[in-house]
């Protein structure tokens, strides 16, 4: 007769034959889920008599279930006495949830659910910051800055943030113990702020890690809490070692090995979930906290998968993976299911917010799929993005728009039969730290972009007279051209067919009579890019989806 044993671990064929000598059976898991299997053996037979279980879960049972009528529960401490196995299997996958993912506490039980859903899998899991509260963070320090000392814990958002992660803890049933010390170090930190009058680049990173530090603390308690046992994780103290640029740092190849040692010693040691803060690193240096720029949690996922060379990275956003467009743009935008990860890489950096514009190198070094999936919506397939896919009948894949672009035209007649001219203009950009979008050269001029994402962290004022300097700097040496208030819009796809594409895109753009004032296509053969004014730019988008993604382009083929 042939038996039936359902309790947590993995699930395996129901047709495997177990050989005549199994006595006993050990299963690992981190997760409270179902195994199930039939073994053709009768169901007085000794292997259900010799069951050794090790894992993660505390205070739970299993149930021993015989289609030949016998039933068996055996306890935890009943079978962990028993269990002579070695460790766990090791971690299988990252699972990235940013900040709409965990932005309340019935979020947080959904994202629960959502994981204890893969019963195969042994994630690791990285959070962003509980909805709004970066921003909120951020506009604490600045409130700070001028509020006086005294003033500091009657701020707004302040209230908020403690309101906010006390009212989580509470109705998830954790201590809020857990978050009361960093609610402490936060205040004391405006404090701080305030009687200095200044927030610094490298106390806004320490400011905004709260966030993360808070919100894996209470995502961990609550996961302990119900049975599933993990371990909370500062990113910062795990490896993760970044170069000192507070705000936007990068990541060092020497996180790799220390990231990798520290998680895989901990699992084989004491396998529990890890929860590791997203966004954040230690500058190198200065042993400080740094941030890895906006939606820096991605970078944290894809760098832990290649580190320890995971079979999947899932990043899971408020969208059903990545879109054709951007769906406040235009409502019909609809996901794309595969990409690589040069375009995915190139729709980061122009403007997709669905990603982080570095997120790619290291899935991409690592070849490690990256799925990018919607938690509002688990079952929707999402996006997959690997090294290679079918071209053969792509053309476009997304079209992405970067607004508030300032444009240069620049223009000598120095620049004929001249080498070094282009070192000369680039080394002033390089001076100032202010990195360049896109490029078109002639023989007698430079139009290029700058990268607005740069300047996010600097006051207006600052801007403006930063880019006063380049247009004095570049005036010494050629004739400059400054234009502001532009939008790039990049085509996305399979850019072997440009000349079909661009064919398409321009009667597109002159049927609505806007003027493309800069074209360029990039090096890396998946980007078309188009700059317009910005008052053109949404409108731009809606025809271009229309014409590329609703409409039969078999002409194109021809």
């Given at each position: 007769m042939a038996a039936s044993l359902r309790f947590s671990g993995l699930k395996t064929p129901p047709t495997y034959s177990f050989p005549k000598q199994t006595s006993s059976l050990q299963c690992h898991s981190a997760l409270p889920t179902l195994l199930s299997f039939a073994a053709f053996w009768p169901s007085n037979s000794s292997i259900l008599r010799n069951i050794s279980l090790r894992r993660c879960c505390e205070s739970r049972v299993?149930?021993?279930?015989?289609?030949?009528?016998?039933?068996?529960?055996?306890?935890?401490?009943?079978?962990?006495?028993?269990?002579?196995?070695?460790?766990?299997?090791?971690?299988?996958?990252?699972?990235?949830?940013?900040?709409?993912?965990?932005?309340?506490?019935?979020?947080?039980?959904?994202?629960?659910?959502?994981?204890?859903s893969f019963p195969t899998e042994r994630p690791v899991i990285v959070l962003s910051a509980m909805g709004k509260t970066t921003n909120k963070l951020l506009l604490a320090g600045e409130k700070a800055v001028s509020c006086g000392v005294t003033n500091v814990d009657a701020i707004e958002e302040l209230n908020f943030i403690k309101d906010l992660h006390h009212r989580t803890a509470d109705e998830l049933g954790v201590e809020r113990s857990i978050v009361d010390g960093h609610l402490e170090v936060l205040e004391q930190l405006l404090k701080g702020i305030a009687m200095m009058k200044e927030l610094t680049l490298r106390t806004k990173d320490y400011l905004v890690s709260f966030g993360e530090c808070m919100s894996t603390r209470i995502f961990a308690a609550y996961l302990n809490k119900i049975g599933v046992k993990a371990r909370q994780y500062d990113a910062f103290e795990i490896g993760f070692i970044t170069t000192d640029d507070f705000t936007n740092a990068d990541i060092l190849e020497a996180t790799y090995p220390a990231v990798a040692k520290r998680?895989?010693?901990?699992?084989?040691?004491?396998?529990?979930?890890?929860?590791?803060?997203?966004?954040?690193?230690?500058?190198?240096?200065?042993?400080?906290?740094?941030?890895?720029?906006?939606?820096?949690?991605?970078?944290?996922?894809?760098?832990?998968?290649?580190?320890?060379?995971?079979?999947?990275?899932?990043?899971?956003?408020?969208?059903?993976?990545?879109?054709?467009?951007?769906p406040n743009i235009y409502q019909h935008a609809e996901p794309v299911p595969y990409l690589t990860f040069e375009e995915a890489a190139e729709l980061a950096y122009f403007g997709a917010q669905v990603l982080h514009p570095q997120s790619m190198r290291p899935a991409r070094e690592g070849d490690i799929p990256v799925r990018v999936k919607n938690s509002y919506n688990p079952n929707a397939p999402?996006?997959?993005?690997?090294?290679?896919?079918?071209?053969?009948?792509?053309?476009?894949?997304?079209?992405?728009?970067?607004?508030?672009?300032?444009?240069?035209?620049?223009?000598?007649?120095?620049?004929?039969?001249?080498?070094?001219?282009?070192?000369?203009?680039?080394?002033?950009?390089?001076?100032?730290?202010i990195s360049v979008d896109v490029v078109a050269t002639s023989e007698v001029s430079i139009s290029l972009t700058l990268d607005p994402s740069k300047l996010w962290s600097r006051e207006l004022i600052q801007q403006a007279s930063e880019l006063d300097h380049v247009v004095e700097e570049l005036e010494k040496i050629a004739v400059v051209n400054l234009l502001q208030h532009r939008s790039i819009i990049s085509l996305i796809g399979n850019v072997q067919r440009s000349s079909l594409v661009l064919e398409k895109a321009f009667h597109v753009l002159r049927t609505n009579g806007v003027n493309v004032q800069m074209i360029s296509q990039g090096a890396s053969k998946v980007n078309i890019s188009l700059i317009v004014h910005d008052n053109e730019a949404e409108q731009c988008v809606r025809a271009l989806h229309s014409t590329f993604f609703e409409s039969d382009l078999s002409e194109l083929d021809q």
């Open positions: 299993f149930r021993v279930c015989c289609q030949g009528g016998n039933v068996d529960v055996i306890q935890r401490n009943e079978f962990e006495a028993a269990s002579s196995g070695e460790a766990e299997n090791q971690l299988t996958c990252v699972m990235k949830f940013g900040g709409s993912s965990v932005a309340s506490a019935e979020r947080m039980r959904e994202v629960a659910d959502l994981i204890l998680l895989n010693d901990d699992w084989i040691s004491d396998p529990a979930i890890p929860i590791v803060t997203g966004f954040l690193g230690k500058g190198w240096r200065s042993s400080a906290i740094t941030t890895l720029g906006r939606g820096g949690s991605d970078l944290t996922a894809t760098t832990i998968g290649k580190a320890l060379g995971l079979r999947e990275i899932q990043v899971w956003k408020d969208v059903d993976g990545v879109l054709t467009c951007d999402g996006t997959l993005i690997t090294r290679n896919r079918d071209m053969s009948k792509a053309v476009l894949t997304s079209i992405v728009l970067k607004r508030n672009v300032t444009m240069l035209d620049i223009v000598s007649t120095r620049m004929l039969g001249q080498f070094g001219f282009l070192a000369k203009v680039f080394s002033i950009f390089e001076d100032l730290g």
